[in-house]
């Protein structure tokens, strides 16, 4: 949902997943850059739509992904007919968190490889709060996050090396009992700051009322007001 | 806490800039081969680009600051608003309704780390003027009835941010009771800013910005000590965003630049632009 009092269009989150090959991405925008939504959904489709596996290189796919995504991005934005505040400032790049999560059924669980850049976050949940990754510290949310740049625009050519951002990689095993959410900052902080009142419950409650119940934790200055992106992974015996 | 308030389209903020365009602004202000007219001019043009840059976001220009101009001197004792027929106007209006545009370079370091120069479409707003005498009472009572207005409407608001760029002493009476209504005034989140920037032809003299002591302003300059009681306190915020400059402060620093160069004429205006921006949502 987007943050309280904006238009549904100036959401700036972008989640894309493939149930087929358990794979799940989730990405926050910049506000602060100009197509911060295109280079969230180019990074988030990009991976799902590649043949790359985080069990393979969960680092490397970060850096392939953005490669694919600046064409994305590029190729998304008609340069030639931005007004000039746009192409001024769209021109300097757009940036993103990034999560990336990969499942694979073994013979007793199921294994996970996650990758992240910046401070959208993985929780897995048993009876208590068992993974928070890549932060575990609701102190350690800060107005500057770790970030994937899209790189300039025009007039800077679309083929350039890009730099390589800095890539946390958590590995491990889930269970057909535990849920699993991943989300963007706001959410992620709160869920940190309330961890011992066991706060996922209400993302689990009522899918239905879920936007409701975050805009009443918004209006009580519980949780930030922000684009909020939260999913909720649970397993069924099928 | 003070000067906290969210600025949104909702709940914007307001700049104000007042440019004394009188005569004496055609001499060449100190270090610069340029006037202080058309210094000062360039200054403001790229203060507007640069909160219009803060405010661009896809979807175009969004509204988080009102933004008006008001020229003094261009004609004996007159003071007005240099934004075409209208006072104070939304942000994304600017975008709309530049005089010109010019191809600008600056330079870049691409993904590669290569450094090159790229051109860009710099807006201009105003052209400079160094014409008549200096009302600055008329500037600044302008001014007030101006954010008399938009307090009524914004009662909640970042309070408004006044920045006063001159090179004179008022030649239409004493401009400190006015200034001193005006930093009275404020909004729920705090007292109006008052800044002032007074611009020297010499760059020998001494330089102050942000002083917190009339002592260290010269005794022979009554106008000198004139612009600093008619400048706002910084509040923290402010203070911080100096500090994290290295610039020397306290937290009796007045929002005063005396003898400014260009170099502290863009410190002021940066300064006193960007610490309300950080309250952007």
Known sequence: MCKLGNKENEYEDSISYDMDTLRFAIADGASGSAFAELWASSLTKSYIESDLSLFDDPVGVVSAIQKEARNRWYNGIAWNKLPWFLKNKATMGSYSTLLLMEMRNTDDSIEFVASAVGDSCLFVIDQRLRVSFPISDHREFGVSPKLVWSGQGQPVKLDVKLSIPSVHTVRGSVYKEDRIILATDSVSKWLLENESDDPWEILLENPQELKKAIADLINKKVMRNDDITAAVITFTDN | ?281
């Open chain 2, 1 to 281: 806490m003070t000067y906290s308030s969210e600025i949104s389209r909702r709940s914007p903020g307001l700049f104000i800039f007042l440019l004394d365009q009188s005569r004496s602004m055609s001499h060449k202000l100190g270090g610069s081969d340029r006037s202080k007219a058309l210094e000062a001019c360039d200054a403001v043009n790229r203060q507007i680009y640069e909160l219009i840059y803060r405010c661009t976001k896809t979807d175009g220009v969004r509204d988080y600051f009102d933004i008006g101009i008001i020229g003094y001197g261009f004609q004996a004792e007159t003071a007005d608003s240099l934004i075409k027929d209208s006072t104070m106007v939304p942000i994304s209006r600017l975008s709309e309704t530049p005089l010109r545009m010019e191809r600008r370079t600056k330079k870049m370091t691409d993904p590669d780390g290569n450094e090159i120069e790229t051109e860009f479409e710099f807006p201009i707003w105003f052209e400079p003027i160094a014409n008549s005498n200096t009302p600055m009472v008329r500037a600044l009572k302008l001014a007030k009835q101006w954010v008399d207005d938009w307090i009524a409407e914004h009662p909640d608001s970042f309070p408004p941010v006044l920045i006063n760029i001159t090179d004179g002493a008022a030649t239409d009476g004493d401009p400190l009771d006015v200034a001193r209504e005006l930093i009275e005034m404020g909004t729920n989140d705090g007292k109006l800013l008052l800044w002032n920037c007074h611009l020297s032809e010499s760059k020998d003299q001494k330089t102050l910005i942000f002083p917190d002591s009339e002592g260290d302003l010269p005794t022979t300059d009554k106008f000198a000590k004139q612009l600093f009681e008619m400048s706002s306190v910084l509040p923290e915020p402010f203070v911080k965003s100096a500090e994290e400059r290295s610039l020397a402060v306290s937290e009796n620093s007045r929002g005063y630049a005396y003898n400014a160069g260009l170099d502290e004429l863009i410190e002021l205006l940066d300064i006193g632009t960007r610490t309300p921006s950080s309250n952007l949502q």
